[in-house]
Each structure stands twice: as C-alpha cells, then as structure tokens.
C-alpha cells in the first residue's frame, strides 16, 4: 500500500533505462543492444576509445542524433511535480545520460552515468571542465582536442569500467532518505542495484514502479508493475495527498 508522504519524509529517486524508454530512446541491455553487429559494451569503454575514437564517437554522435527526436514523458513530467511539491526533501539519481528529467523541469538531479549532451576531456588529470555540446562527430578530424592539455576530447558519459560521478553525494543522499522510489530499472547493474539495500540499512521504506519485476525485488517493501507513464502520475498525487 502507497500511504501520503509526512512532512518530514525524504524521497530517493532512482531512475533507469525503463524511464527513456517510454520515449522511445534503445536501452543498452534490451534486444535492440546492439549497434552496427557491435555489442554495445564494445563501443562504450576507454578501450574502445583508445583503439577507434571515431567509432566510439560515431556511436555517440547517432544517440545525440535521436535524442533531438525524443520530448520527456508522463514519467519524467510525474517526477518534476514530485520535486515541485517536496522542494529540497527530493532528490533525483538517474543512471541515464539523457537530459529528459531536465527538459521536464527536474532541477536536484544527479546524472551518475554522465550526460550524452556534454563533452569533456578524455585525459584524467586534466581539470577541463565538461561543457554542453550537441555537435556530431564522425571523423578524427572533427573531433575536438582539449584547450588546456591538447588531448582528444571525449563524450561526458560514464563508460564501462569506469566509476560512476557523484557517488559520495549519492551515498550521503541514501543515508537521510526515509523513502526511496525506484522506476524503470532492471535492479542489475550496479552499483545503482545495491541502493535499494543501501536506503534500507537506514530504515527507508522502498518502493519499485515498472513493467517487469526487478532482479532485485525482495528488497522492495512495494513492487508496482506496470508502465510508468501510466502509474507514476497518480502515484505521485497519492504520495503528495
């Protein structure tokens, strides 16, 4: 049962893929999680980058490319309210590099796996900062080199094997929730799978929306199955009363 949020709760969101989806944007682990014959986690690692850049961002370029198609859903719209209502007791985590919370109003969000929109530089010790960027990039020579360092630049998106950005705020962010609402995520990947886990070491109640059971259900005091679109938005008016 979803009971009316206290004035003193706290609310973790947590979103994935499932999110995107509903706009229409692949998810990397779905049946379409491939690009080109290519294994998606084949074109998404520093490896890669180091080997083909202009593949890697080709890759990057073609979903920069269907990103301008998509406009933020029901879900996206339910979460801003959400934040609206609550003010500085919401915070958003998403785990995808989509900026559709943002084109929704959204505002305390953390993108944990980086942003398709911005780009920065691909040598670590430079302290370039990422900046917003929709251009594409399909040959060496149109890919940019740092002002700074003089190295290739890179997309700002977290790749596989890397760590994800703004863990301590995340961590710190799980610690005082006292509700953690998770939507459209397989329960997974982590480390965004042991948040759940996390968030009720500290006594948070746990709440899960999406179509399919997560892998991680047993943790969840509720699991709503169904979209998103279509449950977050009344879910949203139960919990704000």
């Known amino acids: ?78 979460l801003a309210n959400l934040e609206k209502a609550l003010g500085e007791r919401f915070f958003l985590c998403t785990q995808n590099v989509d900026s559709l919370h943002e084109l929704a109003g959204s505002q305390r969000i953390v993108h944990m796996h980086g942003r398709l929109m911005q780009t920065r530089c691909s040598r670590e010790s430079c302290h370039t900062k990422p900046f917003d960027d929709e251009r ?62 996390m968030a009720r070491m500290n006594r948070a109640k746990a709440i899960y929306v999406g179509p399919e059971e997560p892998a991680n259900r047993a943790f969840f005091d509720a699991v709503v199955l169904g979209k998103a679109g279509e449950v977050l938005p009344g879910m949203v008016k139960e919990l704000v009363g």
């Open 1 to 78: 049962m979803i009971r009316a949020l206290s004035s003193r709760d706290r609310v973790f969101v947590l979103t994935g893929a499932g999110v995107s989806a509903e706009s229409g944007l692949p998810t990397f682990r779905g049946a379409d999680g491939l690009w080109r014959g290519s294994r998606v986690q084949d074109v998404a690692t520093p490896e890669a980058f180091r080997a083909n850049p202009e593949m890697v961002w080709q890759f990057y370029s073609e979903r920069r490319k269907r990103h301008a198609t998509v406009m933020a859903n029901a879900t996206h719209l339910a």
């Open 136 to 197: 594409l990039y399909m040959q060496r020579a149109e890919i940019p080199t740092c002002p700074q360092c003089g190295a290739m630049m890179r997309p700002h998106v977290c790749w596989f094997g890397e760590v994800p950005y703004s863990m301590d705020r995340i961590f710190e962010q799980l610690r005082i929730c006292s509700v953690l609402l998770t939507v459209g995520t397989s329960g997974v990947v982590e480390p965004a799978a042991s948040f759940v886990r």
